[in-house]
Nanobody
Framework: QVQLVESGGGSVQTGGSLRLSCACS????????MAWFRQAPGKERQGVAA????????YYADSVKGRFTISQDNARNTLYLQMNSLKPEDTAMYYC??????????????????WGQGTQVTVSS
């Protein structure tokens, strides 16, 4: 069973930046897709961004387009999420996820088979 370990969360003010990392115990290119999700208290888990690990195609939620960037480092087997221009509504627990499936809805949590434990992001106004 692959292990995913997130890091990089923290507390920032509005307009600040954070970079989340997701270290994978296996090769990230063995997966077809990897993604970042977030979940705020009392809300459903939401897809933030995803990447097809083979061809590098990326997908973003409308709410983060132009502010967040997902990327992968194959040598380090690490997934990243660069978050700029953070807003209070970005406050949530952020999770890394992976799947071997080839046909998915990138923002649907049930399409992913492995999950990290999450890292908290708090943005204050």
């Amino acid at each position: 069973q692959v292990q995913l370990v997130e890091s990089g969360g923290g507390s920032v003010q509005t307009g600040g930046s954070l970079r989340l990392s997701c270290a994978c115990s296996g090769r990230i290119r063995d997966f077809t897709f990897m993604a970042w999700f977030r979940q705020a208290p009392g809300k459903e888990r939401q897809g933030v961004a995803a990447i097809h690990t083979g061809v590098g195609v990326t997908y973003y939620a409308d709410s983060v387009k132009g502010r967040f960037t997902i990327s992968q480092d194959n040598a380090r087997n690490t997934l990243y999420l660069q978050m700029n221009s953070l807003k209070p509504e970005d406050t949530a627990m952020y999770y890394c996820a992976s799947t071997y499936s080839t046909v998915i809805a990138w923002s649907r949590p049930k399409d992913y088979s492995s999950w990290g434990q999450g890292t908290q992001v708090t943005v204050s106004s």
